[in-house]
């Protein structure tokens, strides 16, 4: 089966950086959008990047200028590089996946266990 395994997150203070990566692993046969989601205190998971298979990405308004995603797609990992970050940022980071493990198989959803990013002074 797909997994999907994130790190890098933890506790930063305003203004300050953090970079998230995400490698896929187990049965690939191919990645179609790979990305992050985030789920803060009594929010609902949302989208923060996602970067298709032809290099399309799309953001949330709330992050453009700040944070940016790149893939390598030959390793089939995804990072976030995360600047200028806010109070508000605070989440737990997902990595997610639209992908297909099996030649035989349908596109399907994948996610990570996900990883706590904490802005605070």
């Known amino acids: 089966q797909l997994q999907l395994v994130e790190s890098g997150g933890g506790l930063v203070q305003p203004g300050g950086s953090l970079r998230l990566s995400c490698a896929a692993s187990?049965?690939?046969?191919?990645?179609?959008?790979m990305g992050w989601y985030r789920q803060g205190p009594g929010t609902q998971r949302e989208l923060v990047a996602t970067m298709g298979s032809d290099g399309s990405t799309k953001y949330a308004d709330s992050v453009k200028g700040r944070l940016t995603i790149s893939r390598e797609y030959a390793k089939n990992t995804v990072s976030l590089e995360m600047n200028s970050l806010k109070p508000e940022d605070t989440a737990v980071y997902y990595c997610?996946?639209?992908?297909?493990?099996?030649?035989?198989?349908?596109?399907?959803?994948?996610w990570g266990q996900g990883t706590q990013v904490t802005v605070s002074s």
């Open positions: 997610y996946c639209n992908a297909r493990p099996w030649v035989v198989s349908a596109r399907n959803d994948f």
């Open positions: 187990g049965s690939i046969f191919s990645i179609y959008v």
